[in-house]
């Protein structure tokens, strides 16, 4: 059934066009009635990032818990797997982040997480849908029974520790400078002091949210700045995160930028070598390149791989009993100690590496030579454009065509009319030539 308003990722839009805090309330409302069972007291804690409107949904969120008798604790800006591990901690019913992750200010988000500090399922996620749009007046809770509200204090202090504690007990930073892109967003108090009370010598940028700068030429998704940062103070390491904090992006001392695939190396080889690697393998997503692969064959690990999307990567290593996996845009998840990607704990294990070995970052962050990829996108107007004859001709011969030395990945948007084609390989002019047999293919039949 198609949803109309949970996409991959929570409820996410344009805020107070598709994302209205009436929309907010609603949610608010439904997930309430959802997750009231039982006659305890119930409580939902709810995070966000530093978006201008976090403030209205924020507000109307409390209105719907609290109206259907849910108490509200309010965390303020905190990273979104801060917002997870809080909500199972605090034994909360249900957790909110309010964020649109790596997008502009003017976008906004609802992701919500159940009492075990996961993120809800799509069965869940359909019944909370199905409330929104209802008249939900008699359902509302009796004047006696309606929730409370009160912010909490010291929710930093409690992160940063648990985030400390995922390291060994004497671990230091001592001698590392460390420059930290917080992009603006959620991570611009907790990251810079987590990394100071571990010994480093801290240079931070992306931490004057103002509400409208979030991943405004900051954090992960332009690591342009940090690359010049490290540069000018001579850092050993750069360090980006997102507007919610749940994926990294590593910057050597060089200013080059060591993606998530080479930070999935890193740490699991360390697992491995310390013995904490809970099966002989990571999971990543389609879109990983297939140098990574390569590579973890080499040390003796496989490559379980799953589509885009960080939800498919966790299903994955729950049903399998993974311990580490994530996405090559830096989603890195470390399930021994958090339900969703965080990219704070995952720098903190690179640099641990980087400490140990006491050797440079470009040394130790560079796993192996990623094979050139290419990909484009061809828009099509109406039909299925992969099911004509033409377009699997041309598909089964592209593939032929790079066999063993590479591979071939085809794949429609999932939000917009468009095919994606990427393909990878040994020998770029050879992959370039099969992308682009099958463009000619799609494009024919989309013109």
């Known amino acids: 059934m198609a949803r109309k308003y949970f996409g991959t990722d929570g409820v996410r839009g344009r805020a107070n066009a598709t994302l209205t805090a009436d929309l907010a309330l609603r949610v608010g409302m439904a997930a309430g009635l959802v997750f009231r069972r039982g006659e305890h007291r119930h409580r939902v804690v709810i995070g966000k990032d530093t978006r201008l409107s976090g403030y209205m949904l924020e507000n109307a969120m409390v209105a719907g818990f609290t109206s259907v008798g849910m108490d509200v604790l309010l965390l303020g800006p905190m990273p979104t797997p801060a917002v997870g591990m809080l909500t199972r901690s605090m034994r909360a019913d249900l957790g909110v982040m309010i964020s649109a992750s790596h997008n502009p200010f003017d976008d906004n988000g609802i992701k919500l997480f159940g009492p075990d500090g996961f993120k809800l399922s799509d069965a869940i996620e359909q019944e909370i849908e199905e409330l929104i749009d209802q008249e939900l007046s008699k359902k509302l809770a009796k004047p006696a029974e309606i929730g409370r509200a009160r912010r909490l204090e010291g929710v ?132 990983s390149n297939l140098g ?45 100690y958090s339900t969703t990607g965080d990219g704070l704990l995952a720098a903190l294990q690179v640099l641990a590496v980087v400490a140990r070995r006491n050797r440079p970052v470009s040394e130790v962050c560079h796993r192996f030579d990623p094979l050139p990829q290419v990909l484009k996108n061809v828009r099509y107007r109406s039909g299925r454009p992969l099911e004509d004859a033409g377009v699997i001709t041309a598909i089964a011969g592209a593939e032929l065509r790079l066999a063993n030395h590479g591979r071939l990945l085809i794949r429609p948007s999932g939000t917009e009319p468009v095919i994606r084609v990427m393909g990878e390989g040994d020998d770029r002019d050879l992959v370039e030539a099969v992308v682009d047999e099958v463009i000619d293919a799609l494009q024919r039949v989309a013109a």
């Open 156 to 287: 930093h202090a409690r992160y940063i520790e648990y985030a400390k504690r995922t390291l060994p007990r004497n671990q230091s930073f001592d001698g590392l400078r460390v420059v930290v892109d917080c992009a603006n967003g959620a991570a611009y108090r907790v990251a810079p002091e987590a990394l100071w009370e571990l010994g480093a010598d801290v240079v931070a940028i992306g931490t004057e949210p103002d509400g409208l700068n979030i991943n405004r030429d900051v954090g992960s998704t332009s690591p342009a700045a940090l690359a010049a940062k490290v540069h000018e103070v001579r850092a050993d390491i750069g360090i980006a995160l997102d507007g919610d904090a749940d994926r990294v992006i590593i910057v050597d001392e060089r200013g080059h930028v060591v993606d998530g695939d080479q930070i999935m190396a890193v740490v699991a080889e360390s697992f491995k070598e310390d013995g904490r690697l809970s099966r002989d393998g990571i999971v990543a997503t389609v879109m």
């Open 292 to 336: 990574l692969e390569r590579h973890l064959r080499d040390v003796g690990l496989t490559l379980a791989r799953t589509a885009v999307g960080d939800r498919y990567v966790l299903e994955r290593m729950r049903s399998d009993g993974y311990n580490v996996g994530g996405e090559q845009s830096g989603h890195i998840i470390l399930s021994d």
